[in-house]
């Protein structure tokens, strides 16, 4: 039978998670999908001998010479494939069988897709992208203005009729399904699905401890803790940065669609510099690399607002768009964020500090104060209710406030809450709906080796 889905997964490092993921996906009872599975493990001694055991035509096992890297074994598995759809995935990845179906009644009557999304849970117990609604997206403007919110992009489906896979070797991305996506979003359309398209696992401790090598290359450290290899290091999301700008410039679309989209890319990475200082590191790497230090605020924001300014200022000389004075504001107004943080700890470590109850964000934010060791005096309620979050917190009542005190509110601006506070003459208060982030930028920022870091990522 004619396979119409080939499920590729490139794989190196998480023996347990892929025979785990291959005999969830051996379970569908399809046979027009196959399941092209490339080991970057040249030794073999992770998963072969268990792959090659099993008796079923649908799947397809190959085993790489060499280790050639992720990005390029990412585009292997493309090129095995059969068919001209292929759901790339990763090792810990699950894939929803309602989901297949739904991929192959589309590739069945519309078979001009270029690419095939859909919403993603995620390990954290969210849904990823949640607010694209289903239904097809044209090509070009309208299918690149939701792709900048979608991370890391895995799993999706892509048309391989619309690249040239030889283009994409040796590129050493650290996203590499970022360029696939964006590059053959200008092709063709895009189809969002009704369905929930899969789980990211996301199984550290599955990591096989021979991929050490893929840290250390030529004696180089390229954890989260040095700023060349991890994706998680700013240099890395530079470097990532500029590289989806680089397609986004091919596109022939209108100046003002290409700004939208190209301030919105600049946007998500500059958050994603915040998220790397307040400990967003692969717990894995960072504890094997055996190295120190931490990178402030202030150094991160001015190496990416020095390289992307000299980005822009080349993109300017050749007269596409005009970016870099865009560019140097995006970044001032985060620092002035980050600056009220400051000034907020500050006055948190000279007052008396309440927190308003709204909920498990209420919780959230006391444990934050308790990793900078400091003590809240109550929380403030409007009405009797389980806490289960912070069972022995002093509970104060708002009318029983002095107008003295700090209160810190972990959620969005809220009339209820200002009348009230109103009522009590209460002047000193700060909506911390974003505020939270910037806190965390500001104390980690502070912290200068790996044990003092510890208590926070495990806390994260």
């Known amino acids: 039978m004619e396979k119409k889905l080939s499920i590729a997964i490139p794989t190196f490092g998480y023996p347990v998670s892929v025979v785990e993921n291959i005999q969830r996906l051996l379970k569908f009872d399809r046979n027009d999908i196959e399941i092209v599975l490339v080991d970057n493990d040249a030794s073999g001694k992770q998963i072969k001998d268990y792959m090659m055991s099993i008796e079923d035509e649908r799947l397809h096992y190959y085993q790489n010479e060499c280790n050639i890297g992720r990005s390029n074994n990412m585009i292997r598995a493309i090129e095995k494939a059969d068919s001209n759809y292929v759901l790339l995935m990763s090792s810990d990845d699950e894939l929803f069988p309602n989901a297949v179906d739904e991929i192959m009644d589309i590739i069945s009557n519309s078979p001009d897709f270029a690419l095939i999304m859909g919403t993603i849970r995620t390990n954290l117990g969210n849904t990823a992208f949640s607010k694209i609604e289903s239904g097809r997206y044209q090509k070009g403007y309208e299918a690149l203005n939701i792709l900048p919110f979608l991370g890391n992009l895995i799993p999706f489906v892509i048309n391989k009729s619309y690249i040239h896979t030889p283009d994409f070797y040796d590129l050493d991305e650290t996203y590499m399904q970022n360029r696939l996506v964006l590059s053959v979003a200008n092709s063709g359309d895009l189809f969002f699905l009704k369905q929930d398209l899969g789980r990211q696992i996301d199984n550290m401790s599955d990591r096989y401890s021979d991929t050490m090598p893929e840290i250390f290359a030529n004696n180089e450290d390229l954890s989260s803790w040095n700023t060349k290899g991890c994706y998680y290091a700013p240099q890395s999301r530079i470097i990532q940065l500029q590289s989806e700008l680089e397609i986004i410039n091919q596109y022939t679309m209108r100046g003002d669609q290409k700004i939208k989209i190209v301030d919105k890319l600049v946007s998500r990475r500059i958050g994603q510099l915040c998220e790397?200082?307040?400990?967003?590191?692969?717990?894995?790497?960072?504890?094997?690399?055996?190295?120190?230090?931490?990178?402030?605020?202030?150094?991160?924001?001015?190496?990416?607002?020095?390289?992307?300014?000299?980005?822009?200022?080349?993109?300017?000389?050749?007269?596409?768009?005009?970016?870099?004075?865009?560019?140097?504001?995006?970044?001032?107004?985060?620092?002035?964020?980050?600056?009220?943080?400051?000034?907020?700890?500050?006055?948190?470590?000279?007052?008396?500090?309440?927190?308003?109850?709204?909920?498990?964000?209420?919780?959230?934010?006391?444990?934050?104060?308790?990793?900078?060791?400091?003590?809240?005096?109550?929380?403030?309620?409007?009405?009797?209710?389980?806490?289960?979050?912070?069972?022995?917190?002093?509970?104060?009542?708002?009318?029983?406030?002095?107008?003295?005190?700090?209160?810190?509110?972990?959620?969005?601006?809220?009339?209820?809450?200002?009348?009230?506070?109103?009522?009590?003459?209460?002047?000193?208060?700060?909506?911390?709906?974003?505020?939270?982030?910037?806190?965390?930028?500001?104390?980690?920022?502070?912290?200068?080796?790996?044990?003092?870091?510890?208590?926070?990522?495990?806390?994260?």
């Open 276 to 460: 790397y200082l307040v400990g967003c590191h692969d717990p894995y790497l960072i504890h094997s690399s055996g190295t120190a230090g931490f990178m402030s605020y202030q150094k991160v924001f001015q190496m990416f607002l020095e390289q992307m300014e000299q980005y822009f200022q080349k993109i300017e000389a050749d007269k596409l768009y005009f970016f870099s004075g865009r560019v140097r504001d995006i970044v001032n107004n985060e620092l002035l964020l980050i600056e009220q943080a400051e000034n907020i700890l500050k006055q948190i470590a000279q007052s008396q500090v309440y927190i308003w109850d709204v909920g498990n964000q209420s919780g959230k934010l006391l444990g934050m104060l308790s990793l900078m060791n400091i003590e809240m005096k109550g929380l403030i309620v409007t009405e009797e209710k389980s806490r289960e979050y912070c069972k022995d917190a002093p509970i104060v009542k708002p009318e029983n406030l002095s107008g003295t005190e700090l209160i810190l509110i972990p959620g969005l601006w809220n009339d209820f809450i200002i009348r009230k506070l109103q009522a009590q003459n209460i002047k000193n208060y700060h909506f911390m709906d974003r505020m939270s982030k910037y806190l965390a930028v500001v104390w980690c920022s502070s912290l200068q080796t790996e044990e003092s870091i510890k208590e926070y990522l495990n806390y994260y």
